[in-house]
């Protein structure tokens, strides 16, 4: 299994180049869309339009290409990466004040027990008690405040959900291109915009 990846992509329109991007790296590493076996994908939670135009390209991919593909929670992402074992919060700053949640217990795989999104006072007076793993300083810090024990790590990049998406593909937890759905774990700005405009 090989993970190619390039951080962050180049110029601000991601829509138009994700796909040039792809084929560029695959090339430069000698190799062709025949040699891609899967896809993994991070589906959220995150902004509306990365989401929106990264699962596009991939159901393109999926389609065109008949391969399977595998839906990763970033904020599994972030809670595999623990130390910790049992249950462990993970949390992803979501802004406007408020922050992804999710709760999940830890072994070899991450169970997902619940994921949700809180206002910080919401979220301090969930997660006492257990760990929080988060790649947000400002997170850990307002964590740490409250005396909560804290993992801080890095923001999970796109090999720990390629792993992830393939331990999911092994177990047989793959997703049809139809059913692949982004994670929004909130309303988007337009929806927002529109029921206040309503």
Known sequence: CAVLEVVPLAGGTFSAQLIPQIA???????????????????????SFTGLR??????KALVEILGKPVAAVSLLEAVAITARSRGRVIAALDAGRSEIYVGE???????????????????FLASVGGRTL?????????L???????????????????????WKKILAGETISPEALEANYIRRSDAEIFSKRSS
């Open 104 to 122: 999940y217990e830890i072994g070899e795989t991450a169970t997902a027990l619940s994921e949700r999104l809180l206002t910080r006072e919401e």
């Open 143 to 165: 964590a740490r405040g409250a005396g909560v024990q804290v993992e801080e790590i890095a923001r999970p990049r796109s090999d720990a959900i390629a792993r992830l998406g």
């Open 133 to 141: 793993v988060t790649p947000d300083k400002s997170i850990a810090d």
């Open 53 to 58: 135009v990264g699962l596009a390209a991939v």
């Open 24 to 46: 560029a790296l695959l090339a430069k590493h000698g190799f062709s869309k025949r040699d891609i076996g899967a896809f993994a994908v991070a589906s959220g939670p995150g």
